[in-house]
Antibody, heavy 117, light 112 residues
Framework: EVQLVETGGGLVQPGKSLKLTCATS????????MHWVRQSPEKRLEWIAR??????????DYVESVKGRFTISRDDSKSSVYLQMNSLKEEDTATYYC????????WGQGTLVTVSS | DVVLTQTPVSLSVTLGDQASISCRSS???????????LEWYLQKPGQSPQLLIY???NRFSGVPDRFIGSGSGTDFTLKISRVEPEDLGVYYC?????????FGSGTKLEIK
């Protein structure tokens, strides 16, 4: 059974940092392209980052709104993907999901990040 | 960025009737490899989104044949025939042809 479990969310002040982890199992992680998608309190979904596999040099891509502030990374030995979020803004408040699959076939349950003073 | 415009914003349907959702793209979603990476997701209350349709018209494993995706280029439609209670939720279209990938704003399906 495929499982994705996000952790690391919480309440953080503007300008601070947070690192999310997505631990996975049940599929061949090393060849999977992994993504982070977030959902605002207004329920708008936004794709924010992708990391490809080793054969594609672990290439990364980001939506403009997080470029320079967020970093996606992976550890194939732990079947985990990470999202380092720096210089957080109130508009980054959202539930963050990791997802993968042909089409986004598999999703975690999400972790809530609240940016507020 | 590609803008996906979904209509209607909400839809109230009688059980057993058909529902239709439109997704219009600001540019063609046909990729250079000939495939069109337009997908449909359903987010049921309190759950993560779930994949229904990929590459315009292919149903994901386990998705009932009541869900039919169609379209090409910039215009796409999701039809749900014989709506059932478990179909309620918010439907999103999504494109993975152009970076950055983008979602539509969602269509809320309610049961009358």
């Amino acid at each position: 059974e495929v499982q994705l479990v996000e952790t690391g969310g919480g309440l953080v002040q503007p300008g601070k940092s947070l690192k999310l982890t997505c631990a996975t199992s049940g599929f061949t992680f090393s060849t999977a392209w992994m993504h982070w998608v977030r959902q605002s309190p207004e329920k708008r979904l936004e794709w924010i980052a992708r990391i490809k596999d080793k054969s594609n040099n672990y290439a990364t891509d980001y939506v403009e709104s997080v470029k320079g502030r967020f970093t996606i990374s992976r550890d194939d030995s732990k079947s985990s993907v990470y999202l380092q979020m720096n210089s957080l803004k109130e508009e980054d408040t959202a539930t963050y999901y990791c997802t993968t699959g042909g089409g986004f076939a598999y999703w975690g349950q999400g972790t809530l990040v609240t940016v507020s003073s | 960025d590609v803008v996906l415009t979904q209509t209607p914003v909400s839809l109230s349907v009688t059980l057993g009737d058909q529902a239709s959702i439109s997704c219009r793209s600001s540019q063609s979603l046909e990729y250079s490899d000939g495939y069109t990476y337009l997908e449909w997701y359903l987010q049921k209350p309190g759950q993560s989104p779930q994949l229904l349709i990929y590459e315009v018209s292919n149903r994901f494993s386990g998705v009932p044949d009541r869900f039919i995706g169609s379209g090409s280029g910039t215009d796409f439609t999701l039809k749900i025939s014989r709506v059932e209670p478990e179909d309620l939720g918010v439907y999103y279209c999504f494109q993975a042809t152009h970076d950055p990938f983008t979602f539509g704003s969602g269509t809320k399906l309610e049961i009358k």
